[in-house]
């Protein structure tokens, strides 16, 4: 499988805006869909938003509106843009790639967001 790297963390003002990347030793585009994830301390998985080769991206409600997924197949690259970020948008963020063919998800070793002033 294509091996996933995150890239682009670090500490934030609340309010402020940061830009993440991921790309992958392989394309990262032969993965059926991608998107990102993350994970706050004492808190489950939460899935964020995803990618899929037709229609709209998929966001999940707490991020709509200010976080932006988006593909750059040239740098074999997937951004997510976070806009007006919040202290519980604190967490370490992953990026994922699934294989439908399998049912398998699989992604990077993250990286954290901290947002606090």
């Known amino acids: 499988q294509v091996q996933l790297v995150e890239s682009g963390g670090g500490l934030v003002q609340p309010g402020g805006i940061l830009t993440l990347s991921c790309t992958g030793t392989g394309s990262i585009f032969t993965y059926n869909a991608v998107g990102w994830y993350r994970q706050a301390p004492g808190k489950e998985r939460e899935l964020l938003a995803t990618?899929?080769?037709?229609?709209?991206?998929h966001y999940a409600d707490a991020v709509k509106g200010r976080f932006t997924a988006y593909s750059d197949i040239e740098m074999n690259t997937v951004y997510l843009t976070m806009n007006s970020l919040k202290p519980e948008d604190t967490a370490v963020y992953y990026c994922?790639?699934?294989?439908?063919?399998?049912?398998?998800?699989?992604w990077g070793r993250g990286t954290q967001v901290t947002v606090s002033s």
């Open positions: 994922y790639g699934r294989d439908f063919s399998d049912g398998s998800d699989y």
């Open positions: 990618i899929f080769e037709t229609g709209p991206t």
